[in-house]
C-alpha cells in the first residue's frame, strides 16, 4: 500500500482491516512522510523512494506483490512497473490498482498551494503551513458529500507536523517536476504494462479527477477505469466501502478466486 502526497500510510486504516483478511499488508511511510525520518538537505527523489520499497520487501522475503497505490505513490508505482519492464525489478510485480494520481503531467491540475511549494519562494511558505491551511485545502479536494471530520483533519496534520515535517515539503513536491522530466518512462509504463491495471478514481477530484480518467482511457490500451461520483481525491478515506468492493472485484477477475 504505497501513500500520497503530503499524508502518510494512515490513509489506508479503513480498508486495512477488510483487506489484511484476504492479503499480508506493507504500508511504509515515505521518507520525508509520516513517522518517517525527514532529513533536510536529503536529495528526495521518486527513485529513492522505490528503491527504498524494493529495499523493504527484499528485507522482508516478499519475492511477488501487487501494488494498491496513491496519488506520489501511483508515481512511485510507475517507477517499478518500468522496472519490472525493463528487468531490473528485485521481485516480481503481479498486479496494479491506482487511486487518483498525477498519473500524466498534462493531466494534472496542482492546487495554489503546491504551485506555491514549488516554486523558488517554496521554502518562505513553509513556516505559514498550518493544520488550518490544510483543513481550508483538504476541503476543497474532497468531494462534496465525504468530507473530512474534525478528527480526519487532526491525524493528517498529525502526520505531517511531526519531525517539523513541513519543513521538508518544498523539497517532497519536486516530485510534480520529476513527471514531467520523466514522462516518457512513467506513461510509457502504463501504456506497455504486462500485468492487470486498474484506475480507481474518485470523480469529483479537481486535482486529478474526471479529466484524469478521460486521459486514461484515451491513452491508455483497454483501460480498465472505475468512476466513483461524487467522490475527491482521497477515495480510500471518502468511500472506503465502494473502493474495496471494486478492489477485490479487480483481484478476483485477474486471478480468480
Known sequence: L????????????????????????????????????????????????????????????????????????????????????EGSLRGELRALCLLNGGLFPEAHYPRLVQKLLISPIGPLMSPFLSKRTLARNFRQIFGPETQPSTSDIDAFWALIAHKNGTRVMPLLIRYMAERKANRARWVGALEQARIPVRLIDGAADPISGRRLAAHYQQLIPNPDVVLLDKVGHYPQTEAPDMVLAHFMEFMRSAFGG
Not at 518517517?36 to 524494493?54: L, W
Open 2 to 85: 504505497l501513500h500520497g502526497f503530503p499524508t502518510a500510510s494512515w490513509d489506508w486504516h479503513k480498508l486495512w482491516e477488510p483487506l489484511s483478511e484476504q492479503f499480508h499488508l506493507i504500508a511504509p511511510d515515505f521518507i520525508g512522510f509520516g513517522f518517517s525520518d525527514k532529513p533536510r538537505p536529503y536529495p528526495y527523489s521518486i527513485r529513492d523512494q522505490a528503491d527504498m520499497v524494493e529495499n523493504l520487501l527484499e528485507c522482508k522475503s516478499i519475492g511477488h506483490y501487487h501494488i494498491f497505490a496513491h496519488d506520489y505513490g501511483d508515481t512511485v508505482a510507475q517507477e517499478l512497473l518500468a522496472r519490472s519492464l
